[in-house]
């Protein structure tokens, strides 16, 4: 069974941070490449960053320069370090991670990023 659990999500005021983590499990994590999505209510799900399996970063423009996405193989876990953060922000945040080669994908439940005032 594959597992990924997300964390961290919450409520914070804009110019504010927050890290948000994903714990994998069922997978040689060190294989897949891992990524951070978002969703806010009416719009469609959109990728934020992510990371291939070699340490390439990719980022969406909208949070470049802002967010930061690592890995750490040794503890199977993704994070997203989101700073500076917006109201446009707002969304699920939602962890995936894909093996292209094999043509397997997952998806984590979700976790709620809220940033007001």
């Known amino acids: 069974q594959v597992q990924l659990v997300e964390s961290g999500g919450g409520f914070v005021q804009p110019g504010g941070s927050l890290r948000l983590s994903c714990a994998a499990s069922g997978i040689i994590f060190r294989f897949y490449g891992m990524g951070w999505y978002r969703q806010a209510p009416g719009k469609q799900r959109e990728l934020v960053a992510a990371i291939t399996s070699g340490g390439r970063t990719n980022y969406a423009d909208s949070v470049k320069g802002r967010f930061t996405i690592s890995r750490d193989n040794a503890k199977n876990t993704v994070y997203l370090q989101m700073n500076s953060l917006k109201p446009e922000d707002t969304a699920v945040y939602y962890c995936?991670?894909?093996?292209?080669?094999?043509?397997?994908?997952?998806w984590g439940q979700g976790t709620q990023v809220t940033v007001s005032s």
């Open positions: 995936n991670t894909r093996r292209s080669a094999r043509g397997e994908e997952y």
